[in-house]
């Protein structure tokens, strides 16, 4: 992602396999939750929190956009709950309207809208929101379900979640913004909340039924009442090395706590981290980056340890992403899910000499 600014049945039945449902079960008992999974914006007026998920099917991605705005204020120019899906070759559905039936949970992740039809206000069985949903998605750690009213899309399927953002079962999980993520005067806030996951079930996109089991599946999500004034990402957890994980994000932001003493003064935030094949986590606070659109360079350091991600597309044909901006959501940023990576980890010795590859990996499916 680079921001600008820097033909089945109506309601197809769910089948899934006793294996398949086993290892949801195992996840539902087993999966830690990462900070800041739940809601944040309950008792405000005004403000955006929106989710990302990624799903990846063979060689075709979707990208399934949910994001709220000044939700308790319908005066608000801003106001609503919108979803957007990005498909293949570019291809995007868009649609919004007013926020009374979003619900979220706030304390994990969960959450749902009903554009039309029954309006639920918890996750529903995948029979009911089947049957009494003729347009909205429902979205929680072990479940995603949704149906636009163009009849373009469709899906359900289920959700074990793998890796959260710091490890799998029993790993510490971590703020994605570290001790920062504390102080809504840093907004906006970012955190992945499932780094990787293995989802099963079905997609319908323009007329072509997908069915998977085990897909890469991948999600994320910010909040706050501030933006960053231009931003880049890349997103892979479909390598050749089966369970790693990447993600390498940047933003361009103000910060209040300057602005008085240097008014306009602007800061980077950025990081480069990853998880393994056994779901050790590799975070790199410190980086340095040569990024323009079709090409991304990012080099990181912690300690010991070195990163190198490259990543690159061709051309200039991409989705265009509706985000979140002080006057609302607007069409300002672009993806594509077919970016060429190669990322590599290695030990270094005192006098910076190469010791030990511990990642060196590569895929044509990352998202950027």
Known sequence: VLHRRMSASRHPAVILSLGAVLRVASAIASFPTPPHSG???????SGFEGWY??????????????SIFDAADETSPRHGCHMQVCGPNGAVTWQEGPAASFWADNRKLALGKSFRGVAFSKMASPAAFGRFVQDGFQLSSTRHQGVLRDGSARWSYEVAPQVGWGGRLGDKQYSTA??????PVFEPMYQVVMAHGLASGWVEWRGERREFRDAPCYTEKNWGGAFPRRWWWVQCNAFEARGLTLTCACGE?????????LPGRTEDAC????????????????????VEWG???????????????????????????????????TASARERFDGSLSVRVWRVTAREEEEEVLIDSTSSRAAV
């Open 39 to 45: 809601y944040h914006l309950s008792g405000r007026a």
């Open 53 to 66: 998920h990624r799903l990846t099917v063979d060689d075709a991605s979707l990208s399934f956009i949910y």
């Open 178 to 183: 570290g001790w920062l993520a504390a102080f």
């Open 253 to 261: 932001r103000s910060n209040p706590l300057l602005e008085p003493l």
């Open 271 to 290: 990081m480069v981290a990853l998880h393994d094949e056994s779901g050790k986590f590799y975070p790199f606070p410190n980086c340095e980056w040569d």
């Open 295 to 329: 090409r991304w360079t990012v080099r990181g350091a912690l300690d010991d340890l070195r990163v190198r991600v490259e990543a690159t597309c061709d051309g200039e044909a991409a989705s265009v992403v509706r985000c979140p901006a002080s006057d609302g959501m």
